[in-house]
C-alpha cells in the first residue's frame, strides 16, 4: 500500500476504532479528536474524550478510559499496536514495523510528490507580493516581503491550487514624483558600472533630504519669533540637526550629484508645487510626464527583476499602478463611491466614513478588529483631485477579484489600517465577500545590528549585499572544509548555499515576529538555518551513493532504535504539517519541521550504522529510511525554495 498522508491513515483507523469501541456512547460526543502525545512512552495519539463523557455519565474519567479499552476490537487493526488507558486518557500505539512499511514505500515511490496533499477544493489564488516602490533598489526588508510572497504561491501551488504571482508597480504617487523630479534638476548622468535602482535611490534619498530641510526651516522661521513655541521649535532643530548629518553622509556617496539636485531646488521657487505638477501630469497622462516617469521606472524594474531572479522569485504579472488610472477604473471606483451614503466632501477632498460603515453594517467581528479599535476616514481623492494609494488599490482588487477566487495581499504590518479601509470600500462596493476573499498577509520589519533603515534617507542594506555578503561567506567556509574541490565546484555550492540561507532566515520567523539578521545565525551549519538542513539532505543523498544498491529485502522490525522511530514518525508527519502549513499561510512551519528532521537525522547518523548494518535486511530497512529524509527534506526544501543538494 502507498499513501500520500500516512500520517492521516493510522489517525482514521484510531478514530475508527474509538468509534467502535464508543458504540451507542459515541452519540454523546459531539466530535471525536485526537492529539499527538509528547512523549513516546504514551503512544503516538491520544483521545481525552474520556473527560467529556464522564461528566455525562457521572463517573471517573478513568474508569470510562477502560471501559473504551476494553471495548475495543484491535483484530482488524493495520497500524494500531495497542491501546491503553492511562489517567483517563485513550492513548494509541504505532505498530511500527508495518507503520514503517508503509511510510518509508511511500516516501520512495512517490519521491518528489510526497507529502504534498491536494485540496478537494481548488481554488484560483493571486499572491501580490514584493511590488516594491521603485525609488530605489530592494532591501533586506522588502526582500521579507517577496520571500515569504513566493514561499506561499510555491505551498499552495503545491496544495492543489491554481495559484498566479502578481508584482504591482507603484508608478503613481508621490515617491517616483520626487525621483522624477530630482532627476530632471541634476545635470549629472548615471556612471557605468553603477545599477539602475541603485542611482535612483541615491537620487531619491538626495532629492528627499534636502526637500526635508527646506521645509524644517521654513517651519523653524515661521515659529521663530512665537511666544509659546520653544518646545516645537526645539524639537524642530533636533530634526533639522539630524536631516543635515543624512545630507553630509549623502554629499559624501556622490558630491557631484548631490550639488546638482541642492543647487537645482533653491533656483525653484516652489519645490512642492513642481512635484504636484509631475503627479497630477502623470495621473492625466501628460506625454512629456509619462515618458520621463516610465524611463526612471522601467530602469528601477529592470534591476528588480534582475535581482529577484538571483534569489529565485518570478512573477506571472507585472501590473503597472498607472494602468488603472488611465483606462478609468480608478475614476469609476471614485464615482460609484462618491454615489454611496458614506461619501462626503471635507475642504475640497473626498472622504469616506469609515467608522459609519463599520457600525451601519457590524462589519467589526468580520474585520478581525476590537470594539473600542476606531478606523480613521479613508480619503479617496485630494482637493485637487489626484488621487491616494488606497483609492488606487481599490481599483486594482476589484480587477484582481474578477480574475480570481481569493487574493492574498502581502504587505506589512503598517498598512493595516489601510488594508481595512480597503475592505470597507469594497464592501458598500457590493463585494461584500471581501472580508474574506481579500487576505491581507501582514509581517514584521527585518533589524540588522545597529542600523535603522530608511529609504528616503538612503540608509538600507541592499538584498544584492546580503547575497553577496552570504556567497562570500559560504565560499569561504566550503574552501575551509572541502579543500579538495575544483574552484568553480565551491563557488556553484557558495552560490546556492548563501542564496538559500537568506531565504530560510526570512522565512523560518513567523511573520507577526521581527527578523533579527545575524550572520552567525545566518550561516549557522550546526542548527537552524538552511545551509544545516541541506547539508544533513546531502548527506542523505551521499549515504544512498554509498550504498550502491537498490534495497530489496527491508526487515522494517528492525527499525526499532528511539532515533530510527522517531525519524519514522517525523517523515509520516510530513503530510500533516504541509496541509496545516498551507491552512494557516506558515512557511515558518515548514522551516521549523526540517530543521528538525535534519536535527534528528544527525544524531541518527553519528548514533547508528547504516552501510554497515549487521545484516541485509537491517541494511536494507535503514537505507530506506535515509532515502525517506532525503525526500522529506527535499520537498521541504522545494517549498521555501531552497536547493536540495547532492553535494556540500
Given at each position: 500500500?502507498?499513501?500520500?498522508?500516512p500520517?492521516?491513515?493510522?489517525k482514521?483507523?484510531?478514530?475508527q476504532?474509538?468509534?467502535g469501541?464508543?458504540?451507542?456512547?459515541?452519540q454523546?460526543?459531539?466530535q471525536l479528536?485526537l492529539d499527538?502525545t509528547?512523549?513516546?512512552e504514551?503512544?503516538?495519539?491520544?483521545?481525552?474524550?474520556?473527560?467529556d463523557?464522564?461528566?455525562?455519565?457521572?463517573?471517573e474519567p478513568a474508569?470510562?478510559?477502560?471501559?473504551?479499552?476494553k471495548?475495543?476490537?484491535?483484530?482488524?487493526?493495520?497500524?494500531?499496536?495497542?491501546?491503553?488507558?492511562?489517567a483517563?486518557y485513550v492513548?494509541?500505539h504505532l505498530n511500527?514495523?508495518?507503520?514503517s512499511a508503509?511510510?518509508l514505500r511511500s516516501?520512495?515511490?512517490l519521491d518528489?510528490s510526497?507529502?504534498?496533499?491536494?485540496?478537494?477544493s481548488?481554488?484560483?489564488i493571486i499572491v501580490?507580493?514584493t511590488?516594491a516602490?521603485?525609488?530605489?533598489?530592494?532591501?533586506?526588508?522588502?526582500?521579507?516581503?517577496a520571500?515569504?510572497?513566493?514561499?506561499l504561491a510555491r505551498?499552495?501551488?503545491a496544495?492543489g491550487?491554481?495559484?498566479k504571482?502578481?508584482?504591482?508597480?507603484?508608478?503613481v504617487?508621490?515617491?517616483?514624483?520626487i525621483v522624477?523630479y530630482g532627476?530632471?534638476?541634476?545635470?549629472v548622468?548615471?556612471p557605468r558600472?553603477v545599477r539602475?535602482d541603485?542611482?535612483i535611490?541615491?537620487?531619491?534619498?538626495?532629492?528627499?533630504?534636502?526637500l526635508?530641510i527646506?521645509?524644517?526651516k521654513?517651519?523653524?522661521?515661521?515659529?521663530?519669533?512665537?511666544p509659546g513655541?520653544e518646545?516645537k521649535l526645539s524639537k524642530l532643530r533636533?530634526?533639522l540637526?539630524?536631516?543635515?548629518?543624512?545630507a553630509?553622509?549623502?554629499?559624501?556617496?556622490n558630491g557631484?550629484?548631490?550639488?546638482?539636485i541642492?543647487?537645482?531646488?533653491?533656483?525653484?521657487?516652489d519645490?512642492e508645487?513642481?512635484i504636484?505638477?509631475i503627479?497630477r501630469?502623470y495621473?492625466?497622462?501628460?506625454?512629456e510626464?509619462?515618458e520621463?516617469?516610465r524611463?526612471?521606472?522601467?530602469d528601477?524594474?529592470g534591476?528588480f527583476?534582475?535581482?529577484?531572479d538571483?534569489?529565485?522569485?518570478r512573477?506571472d504579472?507585472?501590473?503597472?499602478?498607472?494602468?488603472f488610472v488611465?483606462?478609468g477604473?480608478v475614476?469609476?471606483?471614485?464615482?460609484?463611491?462618491r454615489g454611496?451614503?458614506?461619501?462626503?466632501?471635507?475642504?475640497g477632498a473626498?472622504?469616506?466614513d469609515?467608522?459609519a460603515?463599520i457600525?451601519?453594517?457590524s462589519?467589526?467581528?468580520?474585520l478581525?478588529i476590537g470594539e473600542?479599535?476606531e478606523?480613521p476616514k479613508l480619503?479617496?481623492?485630494r482637493a485637487d483631485?489626484t488621487?491616494?494609494?488606497?483609492t488606487r488599490d481599490?481599483?486594482?482588487?476589484i480587477?484582481k477579484?474578477e480574475r480570481?477566487d481569493k487574493?492574498?495581499?502581502?504587505?506589512?504590518?503598517?498598512q493595516?489600517?489601510?488594508?481595512i479601509?480597503l475592505?470597507?470600500?469594497?464592501?458598500?462596493?457590493?463585494?461584500?465577500d471581501a472580508?474574506d476573499?481579500v487576505?491581507?498577509y501582514a509581517?514584521e520589519?527585518?533589524?540588522?545590528?545597529?542600523m535603522?533603515m530608511?529609504?528616503?534617507?538612503g540608509?538600507y542594506v541592499t538584498?544584492?549585499?546580503?547575497?553577496d555578503?552570504?556567497?562570500m561567506l559560504a565560499y569561504?567556509a566550503?574552501?575551509?572544509?572541502?579543500p579538495?574541490l575544483?574552484?568553480d565546484?565551491?563557488?556553484?555550492?557558495?552560490d546556492f548555499?548563501?542564496?538559500?540561507?537568506v531565504?530560510y532566515?526570512?522565512?523560518s520567523?513567523?511573520?507577526?515576529?521581527?527578523?533579527e539578521f545575524?550572520w552567525?545565525?545566518?550561516?549557522?551549519?550546526?542548527?537552524?538555518s538552511?545551509?544545516f538542513?541541506?547539508y544533513?539532505?546531502a548527506?542523505?543523498v551521499?549515504?544512498?551513493r554509498?550504498g550502491g544498491?537498490e534495497?530489496?529485502?527491508?526487515?522494517?522490525s528492525?527499525l526499532?532504535h528511539?532515533?530510527?522511530?522517531?525519524l519514522?514518525?517525523?517523515?509520516?508527519?510530513?503530510p500533516?504539517?504541509?496541509i496545516?502549513a498551507?491552512e494557516?499561510?506558515?512557511p515558518s512551519?515548514?522551516?521549523?519541521?526540517?530543521n528538525?528532521?535534519?536535527?534528528?537525522?544527525?544524531?541518527y547518523?553519528a548514533?547508528?550504522?547504516?552501510l554497515?548494518?549487521?545484516s541485509?535486511?537491517?541494511?536494507?530497512?535503514?537505507?530506506?529510511l535515509v532515502?525517506?529524509?532525503?525526500?522529506?527534506?527535499?520537498n521541504?526544501l522545494?517549498?521555501?525554495?531552497?536547493?536540495?543538494?547532492?553535494r556540500?
Amino acid at each position: 500500500m502507498i499513501s500520500q498522508n500516512p500520517f492521516s491513515v493510522f489517525k482514521t483507523e484510531c478514530l475508527q476504532l474509538l468509534q467502535g469501541a464508543l458504540g451507542d456512547m459515541a452519540q454523546l460526543v459531539e466530535q471525536l479528536r485526537l492529539d499527538e502525545t509528547r512523549r513516546p512512552e504514551f503512544g503516538e495519539l491520544y483521545s481525552s474524550v474520556s473527560f467529556d463523557l464522564a461528566r455525562r455519565l457521572q463517573k471517573e474519567p478513568a474508569r470510562v478510559a477502560d471501559g473504551i479499552v476494553k471495548n475495543m476490537d484491535l483484530s482488524t487493526a493495520a497500524y494500531v499496536e495497542e491501546a491503553k488507558s492511562v489517567a483517563g486518557y485513550v492513548n494509541f500505539h504505532l505498530n511500527y514495523p508495518a507503520f514503517s512499511a508503509l511510510t518509508l514505500r511511500s516516501a520512495a515511490e512517490l519521491d518528489g510528490s510526497y507529502g504534498y496533499v491536494r485540496t478537494e477544493s481548488p481554488l484560483r489564488i493571486i499572491v501580490e507580493h514584493t511590488s516594491a516602490n521603485p525609488s530605489g533598489p530592494i532591501h533586506v526588508g522588502t526582500a521579507r516581503n517577496a520571500v515569504l510572497g513566493d514561499c506561499l504561491a510555491r505551498m499552495l501551488r503545491a496544495r492543489g491550487h491554481d495559484v498566479k504571482t502578481h508584482f504591482y508597480i507603484n508608478d503613481v504617487g508621490r515617491q517616483v514624483a520626487i525621483v522624477a523630479y530630482g532627476s530632471s534638476l541634476s545635470r549629472v548622468r548615471r556612471p557605468r558600472g553603477v545599477r539602475a535602482d541603485e542611482w535612483i535611490g541615491l537620487v531619491y534619498a538626495i532629492t528627499s533630504t534636502l526637500l526635508g530641510i527646506r521645509e524644517l526651516k521654513s517651519q523653524i522661521e515661521s515659529l521663530r519669533d512665537k511666544p509659546g513655541a520653544e518646545l516645537k521649535l526645539s524639537k524642530l532643530r533636533d530634526d533639522l540637526y539630524s536631516y543635515a548629518a543624512t545630507a553630509s553622509e549623502l554629499q559624501s556617496r556622490n558630491g557631484e550629484l548631490f550639488q546638482s539636485i541642492l543647487e537645482g531646488i533653491e533656483r525653484d521657487e516652489d519645490p512642492e508645487s513642481s512635484i504636484l505638477r509631475i503627479i497630477r501630469g502623470y495621473e492625466k497622462g501628460c506625454e512629456e510626464t509619462k515618458e520621463a516617469v516610465r524611463r526612471i521606472v522601467d530602469d528601477c524594474v529592470g534591476a528588480f527583476k534582475q535581482t529577484l531572479d538571483r534569489i529565485g522569485i518570478r512573477f506571472d504579472s507585472w501590473d503597472w499602478e498607472s494602468s488603472f488610472v488611465w483606462d478609468g477604473s480608478v475614476r469609476d471606483a471614485v464615482e460609484r463611491l462618491r454615489g454611496t451614503p458614506y461619501a462626503s466632501e471635507e475642504e475640497g477632498a473626498l472622504v469616506l466614513d469609515s467608522r459609519a460603515v463599520i457600525e451601519d453594517h457590524s462589519l467589526k467581528e468580520g474585520l478581525g478588529i476590537g470594539e473600542r479599535y476606531e478606523i480613521p476616514k479613508l480619503t479617496l481623492t485630494r482637493a485637487d483631485g489626484t488621487t491616494l494609494y488606497t483609492t488606487r488599490d481599490v481599483a486594482y482588487t476589484i480587477w484582481k477579484l474578477e480574475r480570481a477566487d481569493k487574493a492574498i495581499n502581502v504587505i506589512g504590518f503598517d498598512q493595516s489600517i489601510a488594508q481595512i479601509q480597503l475592505k470597507l470600500a469594497l464592501y458598500i462596493l457590493g463585494y461584500e465577500d471581501a472580508l474574506d476573499r481579500v487576505v491581507h498577509y501582514a509581517y514584521e520589519l527585518v533589524k540588522l545590528p545597529g542600523m535603522k533603515m530608511a529609504r528616503r534617507r538612503g540608509r538600507y542594506v541592499t538584498l544584492d549585499h546580503v547575497m553577496d555578503q552570504a556567497i562570500m561567506l559560504a565560499y569561504e567556509a566550503v574552501s575551509e572544509k572541502s579543500p579538495h574541490l575544483s574552484e568553480d565546484e565551491r563557488r556553484r555550492i557558495a552560490d546556492f548555499v548563501g542564496v538559500g540561507a537568506v531565504r530560510y532566515a526570512l522565512a523560518s520567523v513567523d511573520p507577526v515576529k521581527t527578523v533579527e539578521f545575524a550572520w552567525d545565525r545566518v550561516l549557522d551549519l550546526e542548527q537552524n538555518s538552511a545551509p544545516f538542513i541541506q547539508y544533513a539532505h546531502a548527506r542523505a543523498v551521499n549515504i544512498m551513493r554509498r550504498g550502491g544498491v537498490e534495497p530489496r529485502n527491508p526487515d522494517f522490525s528492525s527499525l526499532d532504535h528511539r532515533l530510527e522511530r522517531k525519524l519514522v514518525w517525523l517523515v509520516a508527519r510530513f503530510p500533516k504539517v504541509f496541509i496545516q502549513a498551507c491552512e494557516e499561510l506558515r512557511p515558518s512551519l515548514i522551516a521549523d519541521y526540517a530543521n528538525t528532521v535534519a536535527e534528528t537525522f544527525n544524531s541518527y547518523y553519528a548514533s547508528v550504522p547504516v552501510l554497515k548494518a549487521k545484516s541485509e535486511g537491517v541494511r536494507d530497512a535503514r537505507l530506506m529510511l535515509v532515502n525517506s529524509v532525503r525526500v522529506t527534506l527535499q520537498n521541504a526544501l522545494r517549498l521555501l525554495g531552497i536547493k536540495a543538494p547532492e553535494r556540500m
